[in-house]
C-alpha cells in the first residue's frame, strides 16, 4: 500500500535567531524511517503536537536546532544537528525520555569555540578552559565531573551527564550561567562536552566520531 503524505504542513519562524543570514529548516514524520504526516519548521515551535500526534523521525536540512521533551522548551534537551534521525534512538541513547514536542534554533554565531568550566556555583573553584575541542571525558582531562557554573566566550556546546557523549544532554549557548539550574540540570554534574557545529562553517554539519587509532603491539 502506497502512504499518501500530501503538502507538509510549514509553521515559520516565530523570531529570528542565529547570526546574521543564519537559516533554519527542519522536518518532522509522526513515524519512524519518516512515514507518516510531515510537518516542516523554519523557526520556534513551542508546541509540534498541535500539528502532529507525535514525532517518530526528523530530518534536519539546516541548523543546528535543539529539541525538548515537553511543550514550551521544557523537559530533556536533545541536540539536532544536519543529518537524517530514523528513529528515536538517533537522537538520545536514553529508553526512559526520548519525546520529542518542542524545538527552536541554537544560535550559532561563531566559528571559534570557548569554554569555561568551574566546580561550584558562582564561578568558584577549580576552572577548566576548553578551547576548540571536544571532551569525551572531562576525568581525563584532569577535571572532575561537578560542574556548577559555567561561561560560554565563544560558539555553542553540549554537554552530556556522562563519559562519550552518552546520557541527558545540556545545551551552551553564548552567556553566563551561574548556576547548574540555568541549563536545565537538577544536579552538577556533567562528564563529557563537545562543539556543536554549524554548516556555515563545517561543511559536515555535525560532530564525527573520531576513528580510534589502531593499536600494534611491539615484539
Known sequence: MTEQQGTPDQLPAEKDQGGAGATYKLAIFEFENFRGKKVQLSGECKDVLEKAQRVGSVIVESGPWVGFEHPGYVGEQYVLEKGEYPRWSTWTNCQRNYNLSSFRPLKVDSS???????????????????????????????????????????????????????GRQYVFEHGEFKHWNNWGATAPLIQSVRRVRDMQWHKRGCYIAPIPYPYTSQS
Open 112 to 166: 571559534e569555540h570557548k569554554l569555561h568550566l568551574f566546580e561550584n556555583e558562582g564561578y568558584e573553584g577549580r576552572k577548566m578552559e576548553i578551547v576548540d575541542d571536544d571532551v569525551p571525558s572531562l576525568w581525563a582531562y584532569g577535571f572532575q565531573d561537578r560542574v556548577a557554573s559555567a561561561k560560554v566566550i565563544n560558539g555553542t556546546w553540549v554537554g552530556y551527564m556522562y563519559p562519550g557523549y552518552r
